[in-house]
Every structure is written in C-alpha cells, then in structure tokens.
C-alpha cells in the first residue's frame, strides 16, 4: 500500500474501533487491515493505536495523527477530483443520518429528483433516533430534531415542526372534542415515553411565550411514533405529533386536529456538520436540495 491508503485504513480502523470492522468495510482481510497499521506505526516510528480483545482506540499520538489524516485524505479526495468533475458536476459518495420517521415519510419519497438531477452522487442514508458521533461514523451531516447539545458541530437552522393536537372521531364521539387545558382533566391520552429514560412526555401547549406543562391521564403508554399513531387511530387518547407526521391522517378525515390555539412549542430542526475548511460540492448541492424539501413541512426559522 502507497502511504495514503495506509491513511484511510488507519482512519477506518479508529473509525470502527476494530480491525475486523474496518476489514470488512474497506473490503480487505483483517490481515491486511492489521499489517498497515503495523507498517504505519513502524514509518512514523509511534504507537497509534490501544488494543485490547474488545476494542481499538487511538493513543494520545494517534488521535492528533486522526485528525492530521482526515484534513489529508479530504485534500486528497478534493484534488483528485480537479479532473473527473471537469464538467461541472458534483460527483462522490455521502453519508448522512436523518431521524427514522422523517427519512421514511419526507425525504426518501423525495430522494429520486436528486440522484436524477445529480447522477454521478451516491448516497448511504442513515435512518435512526439515536444521536450519532459525526467523526466516529464518518457522517458528512446529520438532520437533528430539537435542542442541540453539539457545540463542536456546524449547524444550520432549517426551521421548527409544527405540533399539533389530534385525535380519532371515535375518541371525539366518546369524549367530546377539549377546547383548551381547562378541559383536560375529563380527557385520555395515548403517553409517550422516551426509549432512552422511560420518562413520561407532559401534554404542553403555549400560553402566549410561556410554556406550560401537565400530566395527562391515559391507560396506554408507548415508546414509539408508530405506537403514538396507532394508538391514537384506534381511539384510544389525544396525541401531540408533529404535523407532517399524521397529513394523510388529518387529510383523510381519520385524525382530528383539536385544540388549535393551544399547541407545544415548535421543535427545532437544524443540519449539523463537522468543522471543515471547505465542504465539497456534493455536500452544498445536497444539503440546499434536503433544505428545499424540508422547507415545505417546517415553519420558517
């Protein structure tokens, strides 16, 4: 191996946080992987990496050594490119990570215009809840929802989803439609968990810039969006979703928007990048295009 793929491959290694893991991605056997780290270790004459029977991770030299070699391989991969994207179009591969329900119902439907309108950009598309490590997974940028707690990170503000209110017409015939708080306590809600504490969701809403909260009582509680829907659609409570969430619902008459001047505080949706001197093309082109989609379900920022 020349000395930049011994590059990527201790990149991937670090990455992974195991040889065999960064084998199989790379396409190479686990030997290979091992002896050019091997060889890399012996050029630079330090040990990059920690290993042990259950992981991998970079020394102090090898985590500067890290980041020296993703700024080096990013160069490369940009001035490699000064003549295959002669023409004009971006080119490459881009890895991103969106929320689960918002890939599946917003952008994947969508996904077909770019790869028509950018053909030589191929994409691995991340479709998950849990919080990912842009650096540790190699993600060119990730589509967040709600407060940001990344301050390493690039963000640009797409704009709030709306929630609203909604529930079943069989709900509605049982209960009677509630006007606003005042009339809860006579009501049932479908409870949301969280998956990563188990802690209950309150019922929100706004009281002009003030945000309220309260208990609600319900006698089914789920730890999904999925959950959230179904169970709201079988008539069992009142749910709070964000708006694109259940369109074709409230569209086919199957859900009921209630309580309109009582909704939650919008949830923020922000891009979210690692720093980088320069983004490649790939990356502006697909991120003004997931933009533009975005756009049409959120409120402006």
Partial sequence: MDRIDLFRVFARVV????????????????????????????????????????????????????????????????????????????????????????????????????????????????????????????????LRVGPLGDSALVGRRIGDLELINVASPDYLARYGAPRGPQDLDRHLAVNYALPSSGRIEPWEWLEGEAVRTRPMRGRVCVNSAEGLIAGCLAGMGLIQIPAYDVAPHVAAGELVRVMEDHQAQPMQMTLLYPHRRQAPERLKVFSAWLEAVLRRHVLAP
């Fill in 15 to 142: 990455e992974r946080s195991s040889f065999t893991r960064a084998a199989d991605s790379l396409g190479l056997p686990r030997s290979s992987v091992s002896a050019a780290v091997q060889a890399l270790e012996a050029r630079l004459g330090a040990r990059l990496l920690h290993r042990t029977t259950r992981r991998v991770s970079p020394t102090e030299d090898g985590a500067v050594f890290y980041e020296r070699c993703l700024r080096l391989l990013s160069d490369v991969e940009e001035a490699e490119g000064l003549f295959r994207n002669a023409g004009g179009r971006p080119y490459g591969r881009l890895r991103v990570d969106v929320p689960g329900r918002i890939g599946r119902l917003v952008i994947a439907p969508a996904l077909p215009e770019f790869l028509d309108r950018y053909p030589e950009i191929d994409l691995d598309l991340g479709m998950t809840d849990r919080t990912i490590d842009l650096v540790e997974e190699r993600a060119d940028c990730v």
